[in-house]
């Protein structure tokens, strides 16, 4: 079992920065492709970025690379998310996985927090 607990977020303006936080507890929690998802009202479920087991190998949507970065430490369980250059639309429910597949397809990661709250005032 892994559970994951994002923070983070919360009210930012347009062209500014946020580092989401993801603690990971559970053993093995650091074995996991961790990845960040984001939903915004009315829209579906959308992969962020991504990161592998050791740090080592990222990917991140192409339409976010530049602004967005992901990383983790594996010592302290977590995964970050630095968000700079922020846009209105950014904005949404930002969650972080743990899964086994190297994938930006959600349903196939195993477990999920329960997101934080990002909101860019333009």
């Known amino acids: 079992q892994v559970q994951l607990v994002e923070s983070g977020g919360g009210l930012a303006q347009a062209g500014g920065s946020l580092r989401l936080s993801c603690a990971a507890s559970?053993?093995?929690?650091?074995?996991?492709?961790m990845g960040w998802f984001r939903q915004a009202p009315g829209k579906e479920r959308e992969g962020i970025a991504i990161?592998?087991?050791?740090?080592?190998?990222?990917r991140v949507a192409s339409s976010l690379e530049g602004r967005f970065t992901i990383s983790r430490d594996n010592a302290k369980n977590a995964v970050y998310l630095q968000m700079n250059s922020l846009k209105a639309e950014d904005t949404a429910v930002y969650y972080c996985a743990a899964g086994r597949v190297w994938s930006f397809t959600g349903r196939l990661y195993d477990y999920w927090g329960q997101g934080t709250q990002v909101t860019v005032s333009s």
């Open positions: 559970g053993r093995t929690s650091s074995s996991y492709v």
């Open positions: 990161i592998s087991t050791g740090g080592a190998t990222t």
